[in-house]
């Protein structure tokens, strides 16, 4: 039987429904947790700028009579934390890890207006320092009520971006992996449920082509699929012994067609017969009427020859005794064709007995082909619930 052609076979479909929303969410996770990520981790740089920013404070307030460019305690805080500091005298860098360039400078208005003259603290995660964008936490130094100066803290923009693009591919690696590991599982999942359907598909176009072939793969399953394929080779079974049962009543059907062939030509044997008795008593009756016809003929000639009455009384006799034997024969003839008669009976009850036997077994065939059809619906609404719970998997 010729396969139909399929746009996707059924481990394509499969690995479609698996892999598809697999891969959109796998996807959209990685997007929504690289942004999450990168939020939260710009955010927790600018918790600890400010905790920094807060404890350098409390470490440059008892230096505070150093020297204008004196930055060792800022070198050395920059090498511990990776972190840039710098100490303002009022609104002025007084001392700094950012080098000597910077010393003398005035900090952003932005940064004055809300530090120094509103006494509040300050971050920001893109503000420009030395020409660069930067991570930074300023808090303010009050003493009596007055500010005095500010400590900063801060971190270049480039590295933290760096840090988070490690970040980022870690975590895109780690979602790669997962997203192998789904698409090994889910082609050992399509290939082990393909097999299976496939099993049944194959079963299925045997029994169509006539072959019951029982299918050994996947009966192990414990699913609707592996119940399909052990209800298949159940209906297997029951099509075998059906078309082993039809066949013996075809056996018995060709015998008793035998006996009515027999029985015909028998029939016909002893039609030949009767015809020729029939043909028998005919001659017979023919001859009756020829001797009948010559004894009309002498009764008319009386008349005119009635001196060869004793001449035609012994052709009379002779003619009337010609009558008796062939009466004689016409009996005979009866009697026989009497015989062939109830032998013809005989042999026309044989064949309507035949003929009973027969109509009883053509009635048990069509009883087996009803339950052959019953059969072969049951075999189609199979492998629609094959295709349905293949679909649903």
Not at 147 to 162: C, D, K, N, P, W
Not at 181 to 208: F, P, Y
Not at 250 to 262: D, F, K, M, T
Request: glycine share 8%; aromatic share 4%; with cysteine.
């Amino acid at each position: 039987m010729e396969k139909q052609k399929v746009g996707f076979s059924v481990r394509s479909r499969i690995m479609l429904i698996a892999l598809l929303p697999a891969v959109i969410i796998g996807l959209f996770l990685l997007i929504a947790g690289c942004l999450f990520m990168k939020a939260g981790m710009e955010e927790e740089v600018l918790k600890g700028l400010l905790s920094s920013a807060y404890a350098y404070r409390d470490t440059a307030v008892a230096n505070m009579d150093r020297e204008v460019g004196d930055s060792a305690i800022e070198s050395e805080l920059l090498n511990d934390t990776g972190y840039d500091f710098t100490w303002f005298d009022g609104d002025t860098r007084k001392n700094s890890s950012l080098g000597a360039s910077v010393i003398g400078t005035k900090a952003a208005d932005t940064v004055i207006e809300h530090v120094v003259k509103g006494k509040n603290t300050f971050t920001s995660k893109n503000t420009q320092v030395v020409g660069k964008e930067y991570f930074v936490a300023y808090v303010p130094v009050i003493e009596g009520g007055k500010t005095i100066g500010m400590a900063f803290a801060g971190v270049s923009r480039e590295s933290v971006e760096g840090l988070i693009g490690k970040s980022i591919i870690v975590m895109a690696g780690i979602g790669i992996i997962l997203l192998v590991i789904t698409i090994i599982v889910s082609l050992n999942s399509s290939n082990r449920m393909s097999g299976a359907v496939s099993a049944i598909e194959e079963s299925v176009t045997n029994l169509a082509s006539g072959n019951f072939v029982k299918t050994t793969r996947h009966l192990e399953r414990r699913d609707e699929i592996g119940a399909a394929l052990r209800n298949t080779n159940a209906l297997i079974d029951k099509l075998a012994d059906v078309v082993s049962n039809i066949s013996q009543a075809s056996g018995i059907v060709g015998n008793r067609a035998y006996e009515l062939a027999n029985t015909s030509g028998r029939l016909k044997e002893h039609s030949d017969g009767v015809s020729e008795a029939i043909q028998e008593v005919a001659h017979g009756a023919t001859e009756q009427a020829e001797t009948i016809q010559s004894s009309t003929s002498n009764v008319a000639d009386l008349s005119d020859a009635i001196q060869q009455v004793s001449n035609d009384a012994e052709m009379l006799s002779a003619a009337a005794s010609d009558m008796n034997e062939a009466s004689k024969s016409s009996a005979d003839a009866l009697t026989k064709l009497s015989a062939k008669m109830d032998t013809m009976n005989s042999s026309v009850s044989s064949i309507t007995e035949t003929m009973g036997a027969t109509s009883a077994a053509v009635h048990n065939v069509n009883q087996l082909v009803d339950g052959i059809t019953g059969i072969a619906t049951q075999t189609n609404l199979l492998a629609l619930n094959a295709s349905i719970e293949a679909a649903r998997a």
